[in-house]
């Protein structure tokens, strides 16, 4: 007995109501259809229909199977899809992603109506998260990285490093005056982004750091608002309400129309190194590939 087949036919049975619709709709015999369904309850010992003269009805048992086969040939169904598009040049298929919200909301979103012009059978799922997860456990295809990485398996690319400004409105630089140097910071109300894993929140004094002429300095800062969310550090800044430190990727268009202005540019902010991972064993499908070239010719190192 092909067991496949069987709970195909068995499934059309369900479905369509009758041995005879099945065995039309698969393209049969009434009697082979009995044929498979007989066999398929002598393989498991246990009915799968209560059958009379004038209709059939699942048992209880019946009614768990048929939702089984129905995840066994879906599951059956999406390899054999999977094994299609690996052996097929064009890119197509759910392409899921992960990365930093920050990077995500401004650099990786506004590119990926380009990507999908180019690539339009390559639907996207786009995960923003600082966690960072397991991909093959996430079932991620690919993943944006900042920071160190631990060793793994996964291939690394490295992309533009991750670098942060600091900045102010003009309003709150003309109410308190404009930094000229690290020392000053410790008069101003400094925004500072809060990180879950903090163990002492209640402490708002954070500690900016930053390399000029005289090495590295660290600055002991304070300021009103502590939040975790880098958009609603940004929006406190641009209505005016202190200095903070932000990704590029946030506030570079602020910068380029005056809602906000660099300050202490003669020194070096700190910058993560920044990756692209994906599997290995994965990047032989034309929808992984297809986005590590676009992501590498928009943010290569």
């Known amino acids: 007995m092909d067991l496949f087949q069987a709970m195909s036919v068995y499934v059309k049975v369900v479905e369509t109501g009758s041995m005879t619709a099945a065995a039309q709709a698969c393209g049969m015999s009434t009697t082979m259809v009995g044929n498979h369904l007989r066999a398929l309850e002598q393989r498991l010992g246990v009915s799968l229909l209560k ?4 209709k059939q009805s699942l048992t209880e048992f019946g009614g768990q199977y048929y939702q089984r086969c129905l995840e066994v040939l879906g599951l059956v169904a999406d390899s054999e899809q999977l094994a299609e598009q690996a052996h097929s040049d064009i890119p197509r298929g759910t392409l899921r992603i992960t990365a930093p919200p920050a990077f995500g909301t401004e650099r990786l979103a506004p590119a990926l109506s380009e990507f999908s012009q180019r690539y339009p059978l390559i639907k996207l799922y786009v995960v923003l998260s600082n966690q960072r997860m397991d991909m093959v456990d996430s079932g991620f295809d690919v993943a944006i990285r900042l920071g160190e990485l631990e060793p793994s398996s996964l291939i690394a690319r490295p992309m533009q490093d991750y670098t942060i400004t600091l900045c102010a409105a003009p309003d709150y630089l003309a109410r308190r005056g404009t930094p000229r140097t690290p020392d000053d910071l410790q008069q101003h109300d400094c925004l500072a982004f809060a990180y879950p894993s903090t163990d002492d929140w209640r402490n708002a004094d954070k500690l900016w750091r930053m390399t000029g002429a005289e090495g590295e300095v660290e600055i002991p800062v304070s300021g009103s608002l502590t939040i975790n969310s880098s958009q609603a550090l940004r929006q406190a800044a ?26 202490l540019t003669a020194y070096q902010l700190p910058s993560r190194p920044m990756h ?7 990047y032989r499908l034309p929808k992984l590939r297809a986005f590590v070239d676009f992501a590498m010719e928009k943010w290569a190192r």
Do not use: C, E, F, N
Request: proline share 5%; charged share 20%.
């Open 51 to 54: 059958r009379t003269t004038r």
């Open 238 to 263: 641009v209505q005016g309400m202190g200095i903070v430190m932000l990704p590029d990727a946030l506030v570079q268009p602020d910068l380029q129309s005056g809602k906000l202005v660099a300050l």
């Open 276 to 282: 692209l991972l994906y599997g290995q064993d994965r």
